[in-house]
């Protein structure tokens, strides 16, 4: 397959530390070394010179939609039908809340115990304030697609699973779910900018993601929201704040919904943060999606054959079919936790998920061959040699 994507170009877009090799990119994408000056401009110029002015003449306001109609190509979703806000939590949470609301009529939403915990608890929260008798079926992943019945108000899945990396198929779960009369909410935390997705084609109802992993949009960037066209103007948003409004400066007493997407806004965008977030955006012009998940395979399906053949005690806890996982490996091991820590000691950053995985992510934009490498052989130095067995790689920071 001939490509276009020069990877060596995008790779020089981000600052990476000396002695590092990145494999994290999967929870907190590096820093894109222009988003340094891009952020520092804004603040100068914009904020330091226009101060409130700005929102009209640096066109702050519009920012959460023109940034996320960057995003929009990455996810198959047409111009104007995503926008940027709040948090992916509350995205997941917001999203519920609508597609509940247009199935008045059922009570069950059904998700799978490889999604992330914080859209199962969201929905938890939303389910006790209804309080009108809603349920959160949860099945493991493989069960899903039979779980699928006409009882089913919402089906909410994530992707690609944060710990395993399994792939779920939106399309057909979806065509599931509409064949059983049921919306599909999918989360593509893991999947924006790690691999194509077709929300239009896949026609999910509603999608939800987040910028500041495989997006690179630095800590804490605003996550998106999809709504399928022909729901924008149905979609009744739960969390009805201002900026949602359809004229938030009338400052009516009265809540009425904004047009299309904007609906699902909230209140004062984080401005700084989608700065920065739009200069990350800016390496997708040089890249081209199919390329950078042929690369992706590439990178996985080394790195597996290379731990298996170096590190026997290491077992894949991801799927071996790279048309089944997403852009990370995992592997399990009792002592996972005080593995990483030795890893990072020496300058290899993965991480830990309870209770016992070792998680590396691909990010080809950054990523190559020769990190695969100094990655695996740093690993196993360290199951070699029980390097790992210390007292202070065993004691567990808050952030694993
Ligand atoms: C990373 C991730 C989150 C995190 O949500 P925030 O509100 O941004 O902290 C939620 N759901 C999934 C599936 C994730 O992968």
Known sequence: ??????????R????????????????????????????????????GEMLITGWNRAGWMDAPRRVADRIAPLIGAAPGTV???DTLSVKVYQALASALEMRPGRRVILSDSGNFPSDLYMADGLVRTLDRGHELRVVAPDAVADAITD???VLMLTEVDYRTGRRHDIARLTERAHAAGALAIWDLAHSAGALPVDVTGGRADFAVGCTYKYLNG??????????????????????????????PFAFDLDYRAGRGIDRMRVGTPPILQIAALDAA???????????????????????????????PDLALHSPRDPEARGSQVSFRHREGYAIMQALIARGVIGDFRAPDVLRFGFTPLYIGEGDVMRAVAI??????NALWDRDDYRRRAAVT
């Open 1 to 10: 397959m001939t490509r276009s994507t020069d990877f060596n170009a995008t």
């Open 12 to 47: 020089a877009r981000f600052h990476l530390p000396d002695g590092v090799t990145y494999l994290d990119g999967n929870s907190l994408g590096p820093l894109p070394v222009h988003a340094t000056e891009r952020v520092a401009a804004m603040m100068r110029e914009e904020w």
């Open 83 to 85: 926008v940027l806000g």
């Open 151 to 153: 009882e089913l108000a």
């Open 218 to 247: 630095g800590p804490g960037a605003p996550a998106f929201i999809y709504v399928a066209p022909e729901h924008a103007e149905v979609a009744r948003p739960a969390l009805s704040g201002w900026l949602g409004h359809a004229a």
């Open 281 to 311: 955006l800016d390496v997708w012009d040089m890249a081209d999606m199919r390329d950078v998940r042929a690369r992706s395979i590439e990178l996985t399906q080394l790195f597996i054959a290379e731990v298996e053949a170096r590190c």
């Open 379 to 384: 690993l196993e130095d360290v199951m070699t």
